[in-house]
Structure formats: structure tokens, C-alpha cells
Nanobody, 115 residues
Framework: VQLVESGGALVQPGGSLRLSCAFS????????MNWYRQAPGKERELVAS????????NYADSVKGRFTISRDNAKNTVYLQMNSLKPEDTAVYSC?????????WGQGTQVTVSS
């Protein structure tokens, strides 16, 4: 089982990034997918979730209206489109696959929002 995130970068405030998380080794379409983030000195925060079929999404209040989670089950990939980025969005972003008691994690990708 492997989850690999990509797309993290240094971006100016107000900019955009799209994170990707590619999966292999399990039936991707049967798992709900989540994006988490953790900033230095802070607890890990659930940012966005999407159901296994992609019909249901949820967002943290801090990112509603700015971030969009989506998935392509044919490509075994989940995305996080991040717009209007703020310095407080700076964190390591990790994807998570969850089904019942089973959970898999990626290694994380760094997003830094700074001028």
C-alpha cells in the first residue's frame, strides 16, 4: 500500500496550489479520503473529506470557500485545490485513506505561504 502526495510549494499570499495524492496497493474507490495538515507547534487538523464515491464532501471552517477536494477513481488520485492562500495555511499536508478501522497515510507535502 502506498500513498504519495505531491504539489506542495512556496507560494505568495493570495496564490493557488493543487495537491495530489496517488494511491496504489488497495481498492481506492472503496475508501473515503481526507486531507489533513499540521503546522509547527500545532495539532493536526482535518482540512477536507470526500466520500468513497465522491458525492459528499466536508471542509474545515477555516478553508470553506477556498479549498476544494475531489477524486478521480479511475486514476486512483485525490486532489486538494487551494485558492486564496493565506500565511496561516502554511503546514505539512497529508492525505489519508479510511475505511472502517483501516487507515493509510501518505508522507506529507510542505505548503508554505509567504511573501
Amino acid at each position: 500500500v502506498q500513498l504519495v502526495e505531491s504539489g506542495g510549494a512556496l507560494v505568495q499570499p493570495g496564490g493557488s496550489l493543487r495537491l495530489s495524492c496517488a494511491f496504489s496497493g488497495f481498492t481506492f474507490s472503496s475508501y473515503a479520503m481526507n486531507w489533513y495538515r499540521q503546522a509547527p507547534g500545532k495539532e493536526r487538523e482535518l482540512v477536507a473529506s470526500i466520500s468513497s464515491g465522491g458525492s459528499s464532501t466536508n471542509y474545515a471552517d477555516s478553508v470553506k470557500g477556498r479549498f476544494t477536494i475531489s477524486r478521480d477513481n479511475a486514476k486512483n488520485t485525490v486532489y486538494l485545490q487551494m485558492n486564496s492562500l493565506k500565511p496561516e495555511d502554511t503546514a505539512v499536508y497529508s492525505c489519508n485513506a479510511r475505511r472502517s478501522q483501516t487507515s493509510y497515510w501518505g508522507q506529507g507535502t510542505q505548503v508554505t505561504v509567504s511573501s
